[in-house]
């Protein structure tokens, strides 16, 4: 008993199941116009015949149920894009229907285009355009959302945001990589430690100088991210200061910098590299081995005691200071730097406060110079073209 009624359930589901099918529209699917995809039209149609059928609202004829008609005519074969062949096509095969569409790669982006003709009526009876990211694997799941929204199907929102096509800020072309360069002149304050070790008396190892210095070098610059009111750049100085002193106090400086608005405000900072020259030494505070202030060397010790007899106080610890007469070493230090940059046509005319901090002192000060916009070159350079098949 139980099996009989089991059969005659299946049966029932079976004739309610093809009852509905048959009361089912029909649609076929022609070949779409594919462009700048290496996909053939004959694979995209396949898609949209599986994606059509995942809907439940069509019979949808396969490429076997089209093969008769499509050989009979040529033009149903190539170039039956538009309403007129559509619905000739839809005619032919005696379908309800009938499915086109369009997939153009067009640089970093794929516009996808279907239309879906009423036959009977000679009407468009529904068609949507949609722009996705260029992932041409994802071609199906592409056909998919668009024949889901088409159909008012909801559709997967996390799969839906990764392939729409993201419409990024413009990059003007105008301001894009631009390599600016100039000579760059100023003056600094020394302060802190360096500006004891610049007023020392050359006999116990200091610069002997005022305590200020001019600078002169020559700045390589080059922008690598550009938009109407940002743009980033990487900064190289050569920089020589104190010759109007007699020094030569060389130095480079490495800086990532940021420029905003059409004003040419700016913010950089980054590390700068010279050469310094130490000693290991202590400075008489209280003057007890004579002159108060007057720095020691451990040389200048060494022949002081020597002559004097004296022994070290236990309140004296030699340490490392700059000595010009020590050995050379690499120094570094940190710069930041404030300005803006004053435009007139191509010529550039930058103009900066900064500060160079190292451990105890620093220098703090002005730099202006000028340059002339010699090249740029486009930021979005046009993406290279696929093959058309």
Known sequence: MKKTLLLITACLIGMISQAQTETMP??????PNVNGLTLKPESVA?????????????NVYDEFDMADVLKAKEEFRTNCYGQNCLIKLGTELKVDYIMCGSIDGLGNKIALTIKIVDVKNQTLYKSAVKEFDNQETEIQ?????VLYEMH???????????????????????????????????????????NEFATR?????????????????YQFEGQYVGTENFSALVEGIVNVSGLEQGK????????????????????????RLSIKHTSEGFFDETGEYGQ??????????????MSTGTQLGQNYTFEENLDMRGSSKLSTSFVIAFGRTFRAGSLNVPVNLFYTSQKGGGFAGINVGFNVQKSKQPI????PQKGYY
């Open 292 to 305: 108060q202030g007057r720095y020691f060397s451990r040389s200048d010790w060494n022949q002081y005691a």
């Open 46 to 58: 396949k898609m949209m015949r599986l994606e059509t059928i995942k809907l439940k609202k069509y």
């Open 26 to 31: 029909t649609i076929a699917v022609a070949n």
């Open 141 to 145: 799941r592409m056909l998919e959302i």
């Open 380 to 383: 979005n350079k046009p993406a």
């Open 248 to 271: 030569f106090l060389p130095s480079f400086t490495l800086m990532n910098g940021f420029r905003f608005g059409k004003n040419g405000w700016e913010f950089a900072f980054g590390p």
């Open 152 to 194: 008012g199907f909801t559709v997967d929102k996390v799969i839906a945001d990764r392939l729409t096509f993201k419409n990024e800020p413009i990059t003007s072309n105008n301001i894009g990589k631009i390599n600016n360069s100039g000579p760059r002149i100023g003056g600094a304050a020394l302060v802190g430690s360096l």
């Open 201 to 217: 008396p050359t006999s116990q190892g200091g610069l002997d100088i005022a305590p200020f210095v001019s600078m002169i070098g």
